[in-house]
């Protein structure tokens, strides 16, 4: 049984699929909600046998931000610092991919979280929204920083005010979204998209993926020195050698990096 209440977790070999489960709620975030998401990340950023995830949220959307229930405690900053972040920090950080798969919306809080995940799949009727300032707040999560880098400041300020909803279509042109397909596809599409990530070499995704979340901010020096401390490692391991030995032989290696175990260091 599952020690997760608001939340539902299913292995499938390498790919771990993560789905927030208040769908009466449209998967809205609770308190238990993020506690409960920033524990499985932690988890699943320490299992070797994950080498990809896909977060998504049950039933007709895939998160509509904060439970408004819960809100008008007072200790919102306490609250994005201690338990929102810990989830932000979880997905940039854990040396696997982490595919957003998103169904119908994600609002407020949750267009952040899609947003921080590394991939973003959207179905073809979904949309983002960030509808902060509608309500009298500035956005949230890491909005502010996610899609200034993306879109730059006077789209990203104009998108904020106006409290703009963006349609799959629209997201997959401003570069927010990598893939639209069809609703009923999404989940599928997802699992195979991950799926083939994890065949690739846990090292060099992980570099990879270390590599493309600082380029935007490390200076050409930082970044190309990282480029080789990092291609050293991917050099030295059984996966490329093996690699190697197929492009050379011109047919599949004897032996592959993933040896007994599937690793593929």
């Not at 449209?26 to 499985?40: G, I, K, S």
């Not at 940039?92 to 407020?108: E, F, L, R, Y």
């Not at 401003?174 to 070499?201: D, I, Q």
């Not at 060099?204 to 490390?218: F, H, I, N, S, W």
């Amino acid at each position: 049984m599952s020690r997760w209440q608001q939340l539902a977790l299913e292995r499938d070999g390498a790919v771990a699929v993560l789905l927030l489960d208040r769908p009466e709620s449209l998967n809205a975030f609770t308190r238990q909600l993020r506690v409960e998401l920033a524990d499985a990340l932690g988890e699943l950023a320490g299992d070797d046998a994950v080498r990809a995830v896909v977060l998504g949220g049950r039933g007709r959307a895939f998160c509509a931000g904060a439970d408004l229930k819960e809100s008008g405690s007072g200790a919102v900053e306490h609250e994005l610092l201690t338990e929102y972040l810990p989830c932000f920090t979880a997905i940039a950080t854990m040396d696997k991919p982490v595919i957003a798969a998103v169904a119908g919306s994600a609002s407020g809080v949750g267009m952040s979280l899609a947003l921080h995940c590394d991939l973003l799949l959207m179905a073809e009727d979904a949309f983002l929204s960030s509808a902060f300032a509608r309500i009298g707040l500035v956005p949230d999560g890491g909005a502010s920083w996610l899609l200034v880098r993306q879109l730059g400041y006077r789209r990203a300020l104009q998108l904020v005010l106006e409290s703009e909803r963006i349609p799959a279509g629209r997201a997959l042109e401003l570069g927010l979204a990598n893939r639209v397909v069809p609703a009923t596809e999404l989940m599928a599409e997802a699992r195979g998209w991950a799926a083939r990530l994890a065949t690739l070499s846990a090292a060099a995704t992980a570099g990879t993926k270390r590599l493309m979340r600082v380029a935007a901010e490390a200076g050409f020096d930082e970044v190309f020195r990282s480029e080789a401390r990092l291609q050293e490692a991917c050099a030295a391991s059984a996966y490329f050698r093996a690699r190697l030995e197929e492009f050379r032989n011109k047919r599949p290696a004897a032996s592959t990096a993933a040896g007994k175990d599937g690793s593929q260091r």
